[in-house]
């Protein structure tokens, strides 16, 4: 009973996301919004994620950046939300606050230095004369009807170097009756850990117990996330985050991340849907062009696939490897992955998804197929399976009388593509070469070579010879080859399944070779 349960006292039941994607994270190297698409984006924020606030733009940037917030902020009074967005200004006299009131916005977040170095070195000013900087500027703000927001960038080197520069700066603005709503303090540089963060927030509170705080936090160690968290737990009432996490070097702290831990670890209250958190990450994902690593957590394309079949088996028996981060919560789905270590119990679960029963040995071949592909370094989807399903149960008949023994294709610089092969058929072993003008053409005239030389039969002759790749799969999984032949005044048709066009070409023919022997032991018979 001490320091941690007098932190739980202090959590606020509910916190306040203001989302920065379209400020913040448009300062990723090589991301830029165009003004449909920032529009586009705060909908979705506003409207469907429900996020409290958007911070949409850095005032003064450009004409195109002008049209976009102007945009927005015309979207957001429509619908009763033009409070929501916010637009980020700076200590410039009256430039800033005209350009926003200009667009039609009705909240500035005013950028004021929250740390000696940057108000002497990089202003080049005392903090007497800062402050009286930005007391006219929110006066101005004030006076044109604007709601002033303040950041004190590079509060955390401010806390660690400088504290007196801190507090006299809050001492002046905070005086008389503070007409700024909140304040916002960054760590700009991503340089904090938790126990700062719990620690410097907590000095803060202690002097002004009154103000409202958000903390924006940077990821330049990876504790963004951790930071937030222990923004909160030590009090602040709002957090900034972005989409996918975006922003300068290495990104802000993610909105989905942020959300379930604030929901799951702190049990906090928030407005945000979390339906809506995989649908905000691939727009942003699409406009922005940062592909989302596959193990991003909530919004990864992984982070949903259980691949080893243990868990798989687990998750059948008793849902032995659920947590509380459902898929359905965000609107997504379990996915069991097939591959060389999925083993029986992924794919069955795979098969019950889409209404398929085998019996245990056709399950056995099924999975030895995908195992193969899996060797191969080939990810099979749950949309490939039904072909494998297919394939394997039509044509991989253990009595087989033509088999595939070896082989080898070869192709050269200035070379025709030649091909060595060896077959078993009817239990004896035959061997031939040839050269074509492909990989496939020197196979198949090497095949014509054995059955012309040692069984002084006809080879079926090639009518159509067609490649696919299975509707709804992979393209670097599968590769579908149907291969159609002339055949006693008939038509056969074959098709072969595998991650190599040569290969899948090779397994059709094949087919083709052991059905004609079966119809030459059955008129034998």
């Given amino acids: 009973m001490g320091e941690q349960d007098e932190i739980k006292e202090e959590s606020p039941r509910y916190v306040e996301i203001m989302d920065s994607t379209l400020r913040d994270g448009e300062q990723t190297n090589g991301v830029s919004f165009l003004p449909h698409e920032k529009l586009v984006i705060a909908r979705m924020l506003l409207r469907d994620v429900n996020v409290d606030r958007i911070e949409v733009a850095s005032a003064r940037v450009s004409e195109g950046e002008k049209e976009a917030v102007k945009m927005i902020c015309r979207y957001a009074q429509g619908i009763g939300k033009g409070d929501r967005v916010e637009v980020l200004g700076f200590v410039d006299g009256k430039a800033s606050v005209d350009w926003i009131d200009e667009c039609g916005g009705k909240v500035i977040n005013l950028l004021a230095k929250g740390s000696l170095k940057h108000c002497t070195k990089q202003l080049q000013k005392t903090p007497e004369e800062h402050i009286a900087d930005i007391q006219r500027t929110i006066q101005y703000a004030n006076e044109k009807g604007l709601s002033v927001n303040l950041y004190l960038e590079d509060w955390s080197n401010g806390m660690k170097d400088s504290p007196e520069y801190v507090y006299q700066l809050m001492d002046s603005l905070t005086s008389g009756g503070s007409i700024i709503k909140r304040f916002m303090l960054p760590d700009t540089l991503g340089v904090m850990n938790p126990l700062q963060v719990i620690e410097y927030f907590r000095k803060m509170l202690k002097h002004y117990p009154d103000a409202h705080f958000d903390f924006h936090a940077h990821n330049d160690y990876d504790l963004a996330v951790s930071n937030s968290l222990a923004a909160v737990l030590s009090g602040a009432k709002g957090l900034h985050?972005?989409?996918?996490?975006?922003?300068?070097?290495?990104?802000?702290?993610?909105?989905?991340?942020?959300?379930?831990?604030?929901?799951?670890?702190?049990?906090?209250?928030?407005?945000?849907?979390e339906s809506q958190l995989n649908g905000i990450s691939q727009l942003v994902e699409g406009y922005s062009g940062i592909a989302v690593a596959p193990n991003q957590p909530?919004?990864?394309?992984?982070?949903?696939?259980?691949?080893?079949?243990?868990?798989?088996?687990?998750?059948?028996?008793?849902?032995?490897?659920?947590?509380?981060?459902?898929?359905e919560r965000f609107g997504r789905k379990r996915e069991y992955a097939l591959g060389k270590n999925s083993g029986k119990a992924n794919i069955l679960k795979n098969l019950e998804e889409l209404g398929l029963e085998l019996t245990p040995e056709q399950t056995r071949r099924v999975t030895q197929r995908i195992t193969e592909l899996g060797d191969k370094k080939e990810i099979?989807?749950?949309?490939?399976?039904?072909?494998?399903?297919?394939?394997?149960?039509?044509?991989?008949?253990?009595?087989?009388?033509?088999?595939?023994?070896?082989?080898?294709?070869?192709?050269?610089?200035?070379?025709?593509?030649?091909?060595?092969?060896?077959?078993?058929?009817?239990?004896?072993?035959?061997?031939?070469?040839?050269v074509g003008d492909g990989q496939y053409d020197a196979f198949v005239k090497a095949l014509r070579y054995i059955y012309k030389k040692y069984l002084n039969r006809t080879f079926p002759t090639l009518a159509n010879y067609q490649v696919s790749i299975p509707p709804g799969g992979r393209t670097d999984a599968l590769v579908q080859t149907v291969i159609t032949w002339h055949y006693n005044d008939g038509i056969l048709r074959t098709r072969g399944l595998d991650a190599d066009q040569t290969e899948a070409a090779i397994k059709a023919t094949f087919k083709m070779l052991n059905i004609v022997e079966s119809n030459i032991s059955s008129q034998k018979q």
Wanted: hydrophobic share 35%; with cysteine.
């Fill in 241 to 273: 985050v972005t989409v996918n996490g975006l922003g300068e070097r290495c990104g802000n702290a993610p909105l989905a991340s942020v959300q379930v831990i604030l929901k799951d670890q702190f049990h906090a209250k928030t407005s945000i849907d």
């Fill in 298 to 327: 909530i919004v990864g394309e992984n982070v949903f696939t259980q691949v080893a079949g243990v868990h798989a088996d687990g998750d059948s028996k008793n849902k032995l490897y659920y947590n509380e981060l459902m898929p």
């Fill in 380 to 434: 099979v989807t749950q949309d490939d399976l039904p072909y494998i399903v297919s394939d394997v149960l039509k044509h991989d008949a253990p009595e087989d009388k033509v088999k595939l023994v070896s082989y080898v294709v070869s192709t050269a610089y200035g070379l025709r593509p030649g091909a060595n092969i060896k077959v078993e058929i009817n239990g004896e072993e035959y061997e031939g070469s040839a």
